[in-house]
């Protein structure tokens, strides 16, 4: 029987999924039948015909970023599992390395393959202990079987992981301060382009895609690319995990079909929203832009979502309720943006203290001029920034203040 859940293939109290449990699984026969039998071209079309699209956020094409990686011409490549997670409100990525680590590290060999890698990182926060140490052992127990090192399986491809920590920033995350990180230095994002896949690591063209992206491979590979589409629906392609927070009956990270609506994930899998009331407003990641109760039908896909207006991101989903003001919750992400951000750009600096300080002034009850003034900082500091951290801040706080003025207005007035 083909499984409809591909990556939660155990319950968290199983416990992690070890080698031998991964390989009664059919684990590592994707990366043997690659190794036989598949060329890179045929993997990066099997991976466009599954439609899987990047889990990190942006929701770029996997064989698009693997085909560049593969046409680029260098006798040394890199690849990297992106497990940066620092997002609160997302769980997902932790939950893999810590509990089904192999998927992870075969997913990982596999864009070595593809694009023409011999080493590779796993890159986690280094406060992920349990993370960590799950995939230490993973690692040190798929060399020992021969998944990875030298000659891998007698097939004469070699590739090799090691294991690189990740200071505990939300900035660090992003795919070119995680290549710093990498290199030695500070989590500070580079100045784009040359993007990763030209000039990544070390100057060499460099693959990095999140860990639930690589961890969806090797079950795309076993069970065909029309197999794993058809598991989405609404025109979704396959399944992706969401985390859905303590406002739901039922918290937790879920393996769901890609398409699946939001109000379906709350109450099919979150079994509900905890205190009853209706829901006014949606969040699908915290740098997303909020939506109205009216979208939660939206299925959520990356398109259907930004055509609504927002974005997936790495699919935290949090809401607010009926009766409850917007602005609160917006002073707290606006803090969070002003504390993650990494001090590198100005314009950066400036948004991020900018909008937390005016939401304070707002929350406080000291509004004054705050619906210009969040436009102006907004507006000036959009596509400033090596990285979209500016745009990431911006998105909640604008979001907020274009469906609830009324929210801002009564704070502001001290209501
Ligand atoms: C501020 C910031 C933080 C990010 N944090 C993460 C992260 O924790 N994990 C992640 O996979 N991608 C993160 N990203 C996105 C990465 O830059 C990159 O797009 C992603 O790792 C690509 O993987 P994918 O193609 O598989 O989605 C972040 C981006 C930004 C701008």
Not at 298 to 307: L, S, W
Request: net charge neutral; hydrophobic share 45%.
């Amino acid at each position: 029987m083909i499984p409809q859940s591909l990556l939660l293939t155990r319950a968290p109290e199983a416990g992690v999924e070890d080698l031998q449990t991964y390989r009664d699984a059919g684990g590592y026969d994707a990366l043997k039948t690659s190794l036989a039998s598949l060329t890179p071209p045929n993997i990066i079309q099997i991976l466009a015909a599954a439609e899987l699209r990047g889990r990190g956020g942006a929701a770029f094409p996997v064989s698009r970023k693997w085909e560049l990686a593969r046409a680029a011409e260098s006798d040394v490549k890199y690849v990297v599992a992106n497990g940066g997670e620092h997002e609160p409100g997302s769980r997902k990525d932790r939950l893999l390395i810590s509990q089904f680590p192999h998927k992870v590290i075969e997913g990982l060999a596999i864009a070595a393959f593809a694009t023409g890698a011999h080493a590779g990182y796993l890159y986690i926060i280094e406060d992920m202990a349990d993370a960590l140490a799950s995939a230490q052992r993973a690692i040190a127990d798929a060399r020992a079987a021969g998944f990875l090192g030298s000659n891998i399986l007698g097939s004469g491809f070699s590739f090799d992981i090691e294991i690189a920590l990740a200071p505990p920033t939300y900035v660090a995350g992003e795919e070119t301060a995680a290549l710093e990180v990498i290199e030695g230095r500070k989590a500070w994002p580079r100045k784009k382009p040359p993007y990763p896949g030209q000039s990544g690591l070390f100057g060499k063209p460099t693959t990095i895609n999140n860990v639930e992206t690589l961890a969806a491979v090797p079950a795309i590979l076993r069970h065909g690319p029309d197999y794993y589409k058809s598991l989405g629906v609404r025109g979704g392609a396959g399944t992706f995990l969401v985390t859905l927070d303590e406002r739901v009956a039922r918290p937790g990270v879920y393996e769901i079909p890609v398409g699946t609506p939001f109000r379906e994930a709350i109450e099919r899998f979150g079994a509900g929203v905890k205190s009853g009331r209706p829901i006014k407003a949606i969040l699908p990641a915290l740098s997303s832009r909020f939506l109205p109760a009216a979208a939660l039908d939206t299925p959520m896909t990356p398109d259907a979502v930004r055509a609504a207006g927002s974005g997936l991101g790495c699919a935290g989903i949090s809401f607010i309720e009926e009766g409850e003001s917007i602005v609160p919750r917006v002073l707290q992400i606006s803090q969070f943006f002003m504390k993650e951000q990494c001090g590198q750009c100005s314009a950066c600096r400036m948004e991020t203290n900018t909008l937390a300080m005016v939401m304070k002034n707002v929350a406080a009850g000291n509004g004054g001029e705050y619906a210009a003034q969040i436009d102006k900082i907004i507006n000036f500091a959009k596509g400033k920034g090596y990285c979209s951290l500016i745009e990431m801040a911006a998105a909640p706080v604008q979001s907020a203040l274009a469906l609830f003025p009324e929210d801002f207005a009564a704070a502001a007035a001290g209501r």
